[in-house]
């Protein structure tokens, strides 16, 4: 109230300080001031409501922004968090990753050493199947090996006393040469005696080479070589002291002339190494059965001691192969005479 302008006139207490004012003109004056006193109470009212509403007003910005800036620092905490988080995701997924393709490189790798070893028991599997095989048919061809050394046993035998022989007068030649080459060096080594002594070693080099192939051939009745293939046949041919005349028979029953006689195949046996052959000369006729490979059949012309002899070397399915071996003209005649094979 003291704020009031009118205060002093409308407060009760002051009215006995207004002297020589009727008590008429007091009552109007209270009347009147009343009113107004209630509206001055009210715009006081209001104006402190507005200023009230001031301050709440100038308050909410104030708290508004100590509440931002106190959460300012959560939204980089957020983000930080998200991105490690993220991280961990990218991480996790990178090493799974690589894990899957480990196991996947391992598991390729047993798979090949698997295959591998599948691979290379097959292999061992058929190697040892072609081992059997070949092992199977080597005792099969030392049967037939040993089955004609039974055969032939006694001509092994000669044969190899023969080539003994032979063996140890050709050491014995050969000795004495060296012998003789040193003493002429020693006393004369003049060029033409160095050519007659290379003569000499060649003559003697001759001589081993032709005993060396005597001694891998066996030898018939008569002690003329037997050759067993076309090579050796052209060996004995070389040494010029029979002549060869080589044949072939494709076919039972069919006669082949073979120089002066006449061969006829009459069956086979592969198996055994054998033939049945019929031979003619002029007019004697021999018929062999179940001949043996590499066994001369032994036969004379008229009028003269010198044997001619047909060999059957090879025999294949209804046909034979072979030569016959006859005397050179002038030679002299075979040491045995025999008018019949063999056997």
Request: net charge neutral; charged share 25%; hydrophobic share 35%.
């Amino acid at each position: 109230m003291s704020n009031c302008p009118f205060g002093n006139y409308l407060d009760h207490s002051s009215t006995p300080t207004l002297i020589g004012i009727s008590l008429a003109h007091t009552l109007n004056i209270e009347s009147i001031g009343q009113p107004l006193m209630a509206a001055i109470l009210q715009d006081e009212r209001f104006t402190r409501m507005g200023e009230e509403k001031k301050s709440t007003m100038s308050e909410i910005p104030e708290y508004t922004n100590t509440d931002r800036g106190g959460s300012s620092w959560q939204m980089p905490a957020i983000a930080i968090l998200a991105l490690i988080a993220l991280g961990g995701l990218f991480f996790g997924w990178s090493n799974s990753t690589k894990l899957d393709a480990a196991k996947q490189a391992v598991t390729d790798q047993v798979k090949a050493v698997q295959t591998s070893t599948q691979q290379d028991l097959a292999t061992m599997k058929d190697r040892l199947a072609i081992d059997e095989k070949t092992n199977t048919d080597l005792q099969g061809d030392l049967k037939v090996v040993t089955d004609k050394l039974k055969i032939t046993q006694s001509q092994l035998k000669k044969a190899r006393t023969e080539a003994a022989q032979l063996n140890t007068e050709t050491t014995q030649k050969l000795s004495a040469l060296d012998t003789s080459v040193h003493t002429e060096l020693a006393t004369k080594a003049t060029t033409d005696d160095v050519k007659t002594v290379d003569t000499k070693v060649a003559t003697v080099s001759d001589n081993l080479a032709k005993t060396n192939n005597d001694l891998n051939m066996a030898r018939s009745e008569l002690g003329t070589l037997i050759a067993r293939n076309h090579d050796e046949i052209d060996v004995l041919r070389r040494q010029g002291e029979r002549d060869y005349i080589e044949f072939t028979i494709a076919g039972k029953n069919k006669p082949q002339k073979v120089g002066n006689v006449t061969v006829e195949l009459k069956g086979v046996n592969e198996k055994h190494n054998r033939a049945s052959v019929v031979v003619v000369l002029e007019d004697k006729k021999l018929e062999e059965k179940n001949r043996n490979i590499n066994s001369p059949i032994i036969v004379y012309p008229s009028g003269t001691h010198q044997a001619e002899e047909v060999v059957i070397n090879k025999i294949g399915k209804n046909s034979i192969s072979g030569y016959l071996s006859t005397p050179k003209a002038g030679a002299q005649p075979a040491t045995s005479a025999s008018s019949k094979s063999g056997s």
